[in-house]
């Protein structure tokens, strides 16, 4: 019940931080240079064009009539329709969640599925080859720009092992390639946190009772170190997944994916302010969720936090 | 025995090869998705280039600019105010339903319509009514005599749509739905991915030799580059990397194309502010700059000096003109030393942030130190630019101009002293030069309008209220099997006649 309680008004919460960064992108998208008229009607227009258009678009009325008129619909459900392609927002945005999500997901999966066993392969092995290789792959896999390993995957498996698509999303075979992209520098983080936080754990007074009580090795890993060494990895996950969603901009450009990221930098380009407003809006929403599921996900990993939310009661 | 068996044999060869497996299809991929199948909600090339092979025009022009006939077999001028077309007969859309006059005019009525707010709306502002004489005998009256009629019916925007279809999709109309009579049929589009297009088999051209058509949108030159090169993709229509263009062209596994585009690139002169107000400075910052190591160095030398205002493919170039100013720097600091400007000035140079626009104001930078002018650049968003540049921007600015493909549409709306205030930028205002660009453009006999563009042409060369700077190859590429494509100056190629070999 206390959870139950905690979750609902840490939901609650949300909403003040999407009205923020309602208020936020909305004077962002308004106040930068540039009009939307413009650049739909190309460098040919005339003043009389421009105003007909800004007319028919409502960018005629008060900034704060605008904003009303957004948040009102926004309330309701609707975002509005694309300047551009006169779609409803809620729509082109719906179209385009299923394959960020899609590689979200598995992005997060692969630095989990690998970034996990090399750290604590890593801690295992301390101050050993392995331990100096694992970091080895670990900095690299932070440091080098994620567009730079994309076309480099590319040129391998694209051109001199013609196995893998290098754009579009017509198979599994699509997805192996953004996948890693996307997932890459997350990787490298869980694995440093893994390996560090490995090493605390194992260190501590309960492992050595545990061992000290004869129980095997196995059962210490899984059973007494594992779950500890879960909490840190489970919040920087949590913290990257919001990353990553950014990190899906450059993804989905390099590897002509239709995704949200690709939507919101093309509306961005054209000044198609729903979609932007829109997109932003909803990234905002994801990454609210994402937090508030890690930390439930903390307090079900973590016996003293979920004492603390009965404390606070 | 013997014969029947090898009857059996020849059917399941054919079974195996049924038109499924034989389908032909042809991938392409261009910068960006489309925005729109409604060719009156769109001002992109991307999206015109898939609007070209669903839909059909009452004209269309060819691979030199020059109009045929497309969905109109004739038409004619009973007097200097009208255009009577006579619409080919047995034509019908992808719907089934038949193309009569009535179509045409829901077309155009709907994209003068303020409320459908279509980009492409200027193209028929002189077309005052529409009128439907019988179900295949359409009339067109202008508010006043207008030449370039054609060339704006020839416009994607201009695109025949088929009122039922339009009607019934509504908001849909677009996105779901696109009804043309052209050579292939809208299939389906899975925004933000592709577009794909099936033949129609009933075109009144013939049917294509392509099964089917899918166009992708792929944002990253390398990426578009690695697609062809692995066979993903079939053709890149044009915008292909110069910087790779070279190294491909000698590839033998791919065909390359080119053809000069029919935008000029120029840097606008603010002539209402001091010293560009002086016709001798100006002439001396184009003494100045040498276009063609600009050609060689921003372009990779695909393209050309700029002969004037006008590209060569536009219909209405001065075929006689030779590069507007050649490079001579010489004579730009004696033409400066003439204008009592001997020190040289300060001015700015405004462009947006492409590389390309980047690294041509940097040259010209260079070259405009050399004769004393002290170059300042500056880097604006793309909208900014257009807007401030609109409003008077006081200084240079890097632009290019694309126009319609006749003279009127290239010059008119960037030099007319009407248009000060919106497209025409430079603020230059000439009595003699808007009396020959309106009777240009009122003047219906083509040879006589060459002669009076032709004049214009020679004027504003000498009057420079531009840098005329290039005329930039469209660059294209194709898999070896891609038969009979040819790149279009206005960027935009029927693929009707392309076909795919083994």
Known sequence: ?313 | MKVSRAILMVSALLLILSPAALASELRIAQVADIASMDPQKVNDVYSANVIRQVYSNLVQVDENMQIIPDLAESWENPDNLSWVFHLRRGVAFHNGEPVTAADVKFTFDRLKDPSTAAPGATHLKEVKSVEVIDDHTVKLVTARPYAPMLMSLSRYETAILNRKAVEEAGADYGSKVAVGCGPYRFTSWSRGDKVILERYDEYFGGPAKIDRLVYRGIPEDATRLIELESGGIDLIPANFPYAEFVNFQGNKGFKTYTCPAMATNYLGLDVAVKPLDNKLARQAINYAVDKQAIVDAVYFGLGMPARGPLSPVIWGFDPNRGDAYPYNPEKARELLAEAGLADGFDMTIFCDARTERTSTAELIQAYLADIGVRASIELMEWSALLSETAKGIGGGFLLGWTGTGDADGGLVPIIHSANIGSSNRFRYSNKNLDDLLDRGGAELDQDARLKIYAEAQELIVDECPLLFLAVQEITAASSKSVEGFRPYPNFIPPLHGVSLSE
């Not at chain 1, 609650?12 to 962002?28: A, N």
């Not at chain 1, 008229?37 to 960018?59: C, F, H, K, Y």
């Not at chain 1, 392609?85 to 989990?112: K, Q």
């Not at chain 1, 953004?178 to 893994?194: D, E, F």
Request: proline content about 5%.
């Open chain 1, 1 to 313: 019940m206390p959870m139950l309680r905690y979750f609902l008004r840490r939901l609650l919460l949300l909403i003040p931080v999407l009205l923020g960064v309602s208020v936020v992108i909305f004077s962002i998208v308004h106040l930068a240079p540039g009009d939307p008229a413009e650049v739909m009607l190309g460098p040919s227009a005339t003043q009389e064009d421009i105003a007909n258009l800004r007319e028919q678009l409502g960018l005629n009325r008060p900034l704060y009539v605008q904003y009303g008129a957004f948040l009102g619909n926004a309330l309701r459900g609707d975002l509005g329709r694309s300047m551009r392609s006169n779609a409803p927002v809620v729509e082109e945005i719906m179209d385009r969640f299923p394959a960020t999500l899609t590689l979200a997901v598995l992005g997060m999966a692969f630095a989990i599925g690998i970034g996990l066993p090399l750290g604590l392969l890593a801690a295992l092995k301390q101050n050993t080859w392995i331990d100096a290789l694992c970091s080895f792959v670990a900095l690299a896999g932070f440091s080098i720009p994620n567009f730079w390993i994309a076309l480099m995957l590319m040129l391998l498996f694209s051109i001199y092992i013609p196995i893998l698509p290098s754009s579009g999303i017509d198979s599994w075979k699509n997805l192996v390639m953004p996948t890693i992209v996307l997932g890459v520098q997350t990787m490298a983080v869980i694995a440093r946190m893994t390996r560090s936080s490995m090493l605390e754990v194992i260190r501590q007074d309960y492992v050595r009772t545990a061992r000290a009580k004869g129980i095997s090795d196995r059962l210490v890993l899984t059973r007494h170190i594992l779950s500890n060494v879960m909490i840190p990895v489970v919040t920087i996950a949590g913290l990257y997944f919001g990353h990553s969603l950014g990190g899906v901009v450059v993804t989905e450009t390099v590897f002509s994916i239709p995704g949200l990221g690709r939507l919101i930098v093309d509306a961005i380009r054209s000044h198609d302010y729903p979609v932007v407003q829109g997109g932003v809006l909803f990234f905002a929403l994801c990454v609210g969720v994402v937090n508030l599921l890690v930390d439930m996900l903390y307090a079900a990993l973590d016996p003293r936090i979920k004492a603390q939310y009965r404390a606070a009661r």
